[in-house]
């Protein structure tokens, strides 16, 4: 009987030697592009939970942040409720209001594959930390109370 490799890093090298492609080993089935869109989906949401607290941080409403970074609106909503990708203007002024980099940005909003683990890591250790739990701000809770009264009114 022959023997099989099926050990997962071994897998992911052949799979992205052959450009992504899937790799089936004994009936173990290894697809580079899956483990690529998980990566993605994790960035994205660490980023999404960035540009709420980083918003938070400097005590604005998202009108007043879109103002501020000079983006849309409606994008900003969709950036922190992880509805959309953004757009490469989006996170670039974004990067720029808030003095970070352009490309570590970039690469969080899952619009730039960098090849850097450590990189990965902390942006999921970071989404997994900024999961918060506190009660609402007073602001906060009026405006939901407000938002409630109109739901309530149809």
Do not use: C
Request: hydrophobic share 40%.
């Amino acid at each position: 009987m022959r023997d099989f490799n099926n050990d997962p890093e071994w897998m992911r090298r052949k799979a992205e030697a052959e450009d992504g492609s899937f790799v089936s080993v004994a009936g173990s089935l290894y697809k580079a592009d899956e483990e690529k869109r998980k990566v993605g989906d994790a960035t994205r949401v660490s980023f999404s939970r960035f540009v709420h607290l980083a918003r938070k941080e400097k005590r604005l409403t998202l009108e007043q942040f879109a103002e501020r970074a000079d983006v849309d609106l409606f994008e900003l909503v969709n950036i922190e409720t992880e509805k959309a990708r953004p757009k490469a203007r989006t996170v670039y002024q974004i990067a720029d209001f808030l003095g970070i980099s352009e490309q570590r940005l970039m690469a969080l909003a899952g619009l730039l594959d960098l090849k850097d683990v450590q990189f990965q890591e902390e942006s999921v250790r970071f989404a997994a930390r900024a999961e918060t739990l506190e009660a609402p701000t007073p602001e906060e809770h009026a405006a939901f109370e407000a938002w409630v009264n109109f739901l309530s009114k149809a």
